[in-house]
Structures are given as structure tokens and as C-alpha cells.
């Protein structure tokens, strides 16, 4: 019984912590979106997550046994908090809303792959086994990534800085899951606090080089501007 109350609780804290990063990806690939498509975004987002929770429950067992698995898949996660703020390229109203709303559905599809994988293995090394507590765990995540993901959209959108937060709360997901790869563990063990240094540095480098590409964007439109302005045009004709 107090074996079982453990997992229980163990299956709560993972599914908060796991299914809340969900939450915060779809948030924010949703965040730009007008009201109707970002509902579509989060809706298409988190069905895919659920169903995406039912195929790897099924598999759960043969996927804790592939090794390296967990660090691909955190690996891919850093490459996905990358995508969510880097710079969108300039366009037009429909043209730009139409893309955007594409880009954000894709990138939630292969967030999806990669956390609905973590929460599953996570959940069944809990679960020992037992599938009532893998279903307990199913459930809980479905109201955690539909309800998480509309407030940190809204959030975002109020309060844009807390993107790099959220960029930050994924890819300290990422690199807890390249260091708990069992695999990865038995060669390098790391500490709590080196995996939020690691996290720190990685999101620093991140900006960084989002920085550097929006300054460059922004060179660049003034650039066009200059050459398109009316002035331009009459100096080149004089």
C-alpha cells in the first residue's frame, strides 16, 4: 500500500513537472497566433501529446530498453527551444499568419514525440510496471497540457520577456534528459546543481545567438528601406 501511495505521488510530480514543459511548448509556439488559430494550435497540439501518451504507454517497455534514446530526445529539445525564439522573418499579414500558424502546429508535433516520450518513460519507471498507475498517469497529464498551454499562450502574450524563461525551463528539461539516460548516466554522472549550471549556460548561449540573428534581421530591413525610400529613388535618377 505505502509502495503504491509513492508511485502515486512520484507520478504527480513527474506529470506536473513533464507535462507542465508540454504545456510551455505549445504555449509558446501558440503565443503569436491570433485567439481562433492559437485555440486550433492548442487543441491539434495537445491531441497530438495525448495520442502521442497512448503509443508510448503501449511501448513503454521496449522503449526503456533502447539506449540513448532519452538523450536523442533531449538533444532535440534544446534544437526545439532554439526554434521557439529565434526571430520570425518578416512577411505579410496573411501570408506571415498562415506560416506561422504551420510552423507552430510542426513544431509542437516534434515537441510532442520528445516530451510525451520523456513523461512516458519517466511515468513507467515509476509505475514499476503496473499499468493502472501507467493509465493513472495518462489521464493526469491530459488536463495538465490542454489547461498549461491556453495560460502560458495568454501569459506570453501580456508579457513577452518570459519567453526566455520558458526557454530556459525547456532546455533544463533537455539536459536532465541527456544526463538521466541511463546509458548516459553510467559514463557521466551529474549533480542537480551541474545540470542548472549547464541549463544556465546553454539557454546564455541560446539568446545569444538569437540576438546576434536579430540584429542582423534588423540591418537588414533598414537596409531595404533605404534602398526602397523616395529619396533614394530621386538621388539615383539625379
Same mark, same amino acid.
Not at 112 to 125: E, K, Q, R, W, Y
Not at 138 to 143: A, D, G, Q, R
Not at 174 to 200: G, L, N
Given at each position: 500500500?505505502?509502495?503504491?501511495?509513492? &508511485? %502515486?505521488?512520484?507520478? @504527480?510530480?513527474? *506529470?506536473? $513537472?513533464? !507535462?507542465? =514543459? #508540454?504545456?510551455?511548448?505549445?504555449?509558446? +509556439? /501558440?503565443?503569436?497566433?491570433?485567439?481562433?488559430?492559437?485555440?486550433?494550435?492548442?487543441?491539434?497540439?495537445?491531441?497530438?501529446?495525448?495520442?502521442?501518451?497512448?503509443?508510448?504507454?503501449?511501448?513503454?517497455?521496449?522503449?526503456?530498453?533502447?539506449?540513448?534514446?532519452?538523450?536523442?530526445?533531449?538533444?532535440?529539445?534544446?534544437?526545439?527551444?532554439?526554434?521557439?525564439?529565434?526571430?520570425?522573418?518578416?512577411?505579410?499579414?496573411?501570408?506571415?499568419?498562415?506560416?506561422?500558424?504551420?510552423? &507552430? %502546429?510542426?513544431?509542437? @508535433?516534434?515537441? *510532442?514525440? $520528445?516530451? !510525451?516520450? =520523456? #513523461?512516458?518513460?519517466?511515468?513507467?519507471? +515509476? /509505475?514499476?510496471?503496473?499499468?493502472?498507475?501507467?493509465?493513472?498517469?495518462?489521464?493526469?497529464?491530459?488536463?495538465?497540457?490542454?489547461?498549461?498551454?491556453?495560460?502560458?499562450?495568454?501569459?506570453?502574450?501580456?508579457?513577452?520577456?518570459?519567453?526566455?524563461?520558458?526557454?530556459?525551463?525547456?532546455?533544463?528539461?533537455?539536459?536532465?534528459?541527456?544526463?538521466?539516460?541511463?546509458?548516459?548516466?553510467?559514463?557521466?554522472?551529474?549533480?542537480?546543481?551541474?545540470?542548472?549550471?549547464?541549463?544556465?549556460?546553454?539557454?546564455?548561449? @541560446?539568446?545569444?545567438?538569437?540576438?546576434?540573428?536579430?540584429?542582423?534581421?534588423?540591418?537588414?530591413?533598414?537596409?531595404?528601406?533605404?534602398?526602397?525610400?523616395?529619396?533614394?529613388?530621386?538621388?539615383?535618377?539625379?
Amino acid at each position: 500500500m505505502l509502495e503504491s501511495l509513492q &508511485a %502515486i505521488l512520484s507520478i @504527480i510530480i513527474i *506529470d506536473l $513537472v513533464l !507535462s507542465g =514543459d #508540454n504545456a510551455v511548448v505549445i504555449g509558446m +509556439a /501558440a503565443r503569436s497566433l491570433s485567439a481562433e488559430n492559437r485555440r486550433r494550435a492548442i487543441i491539434l497540439g495537445g491531441a497530438g501529446a495525448i495520442g502521442l501518451r497512448i503509443l508510448f504507454t503501449a511501448l513503454a517497455t521496449i522503449l526503456l530498453g533502447i539506449p540513448y534514446l532519452q538523450a536523442i530526445g533531449g538533444v532535440l529539445l534544446i534544437y526545439i527551444a532554439f526554434k521557439l525564439i529565434r526571430p520570425q522573418s518578416g512577411g505579410h499579414g496573411e501570408i506571415r499568419e498562415a506560416g506561422t500558424l504551420r510552423e &507552430a %502546429i510542426q513544431t509542437i @508535433i516534434l515537441a *510532442d514525440v $520528445v516530451m !510525451s516520450l =520523456d #513523461n512516458i518513460l519517466a511515468v513507467a519507471g +515509476a /509505475a514499476h510496471g503496473d499499468i493502472r498507475l501507467l493509465m493513472f498517469g495518462l489521464l493526469l497529464s491530459i488536463p495538465i497540457i490542454l489547461f498549461g498551454s491556453e495560460l502560458v499562450a495568454r501569459l506570453l502574450g501580456r508579457f513577452p520577456a518570459f519567453l526566455y524563461i520558458g526557454a530556459f525551463v525547456l532546455i533544463h528539461a533537455a539536459v536532465a534528459m541527456v544526463f538521466q539516460d541511463p546509458t548516459v548516466h553510467q559514463r557521466i554522472a551529474v549533480v542537480t546543481w551541474q545540470e542548472f549550471a549547464i541549463s544556465i549556460v546553454l539557454t546564455a548561449m @541560446i539568446i545569444g545567438v538569437v540576438r546576434l540573428i536579430e540584429s542582423g534581421q534588423d540591418g537588414d530591413r533598414t537596409e531595404r528601406r533605404m534602398r526602397t525610400s523616395p529619396g533614394s529613388t530621386s538621388e539615383g535618377l539625379g
